[in-house]
């Protein structure tokens, strides 16, 4: 019954914006550290951004610091993600996911133990 559903991706110009957001259902994450990753094609999964479950406290990969913000509402049990200034390497498939286990921001994906199934960034040049 534990659900994360990612929404907002699709097919942009370089420069251009997107808003993901990720809606939970079936538990309660506003305690739980949040992250998004990505993954390309015939890449590994890699740390987008972390926030911890105030909003506090935040973590960037550095292919991303400037572009994205990574943010929460934990009264609508969402966490969102504002990617600006869009470089065709940032095309992917974007996931949420939450850690009921970290205390803070957390860069791998080991820590995490709920997953959406993603959504597609497609950056074109």
């Known amino acids: 019954q534990v659900q994360l559903v990612e929404s907002g991706g699709g097919l942009v110009q370089a420069g251009g914006s997107l808003r993901l957001s990720c809606a939970a259902s079936g538990r309660t994450f506003s305690r739980d550290v949040m992250g998004w990753f990505r993954q390309a094609p015939g890449k590994e999964r890699e740390f987008v951004a972390s926030?911890?479950?105030?909003?506090?406290?935040?973590a960037y990969a550095d292919s991303v610091k400037g572009r994205f913000t990574i943010s929460r509402d934990n009264a609508k049990n969402a966490v969102y993600l504002q990617i600006n200034s869009l470089k065709p390497e940032d095309t992917a498939v974007y996931y949420c996911?939450?850690?009921?286990?970290?205390?803070?921001?957390?860069?791998?994906?080991?820590?995490?133990?709920?997953w959406g199934q993603g959504t597609q960034v497609t950056v074109s040049s």
């Open positions: 926030i911890s479950w105030s909003g506090g406290s935040t």
């Open positions: 996911a939450a850690s009921s286990s970290a205390w803070t921001v957390v860069l791998t994906t080991r820590r995490y133990e709920f």
